[in-house]
């Protein structure tokens, strides 16, 4: 199962935008989806999961900016972040969960200048 990232990219605070995350390749059954973020000299974030049923999870520092979706059919988990703020600068990776196991995602970098 391969992962591609797309939707990152430079944006002013206040502003918005869309991840994407495809999976595709063999595969079976994905539980849960979703997207970490990495900022600089810092450990990696959950930011938000979705599972197969819709049911999703925030970090509190997102709620209300972000919303998590996902396309069951296409295999795809949707990031919407708006409000963005400078603190929200990171590496986001795509997260799946295939089959019981952890596939990330190659990252896409976030730059929200303030």
């Known amino acids: 199962v391969q992962l591609q990232a797309s939707g990152g990219g430079l944006v002013q605070a206040g502003g918005s935008l869309r991840l994407s995350c495809a999976a595709s390749?063999?595969?079976?059954?994905?539980?849960?989806m979703g997207w970490f973020r990495q900022a600089p000299g810092k450990q990696r974030e959950l930011v938000a999961t979705?599972?197969?049923?819709?049911?999703?999870k925030l970090a509190d520092s997102v709620k209300g900016r972000f919303t998590i979706s996902r396309d069951n059919a296409k295999n795809t988990v949707f990031l919407q972040m708006n409000s963005l703020k400078a603190e929200d600068t990171a590496v986001y990776y795509c997260?799946?969960?295939?089959?019981?196991?952890?596939?990330w995602g190659r990252g896409t970098l976030v730059t929200v200048s303030s």
């Open positions: 997260n799946v969960v295939h089959l019981n196991r952890e596939l």
């Open positions: 979705i599972t197969s049923g819709g049911s999703t």
């Open positions: 390749g063999s595969i079976v059954s994905i539980n849960s």
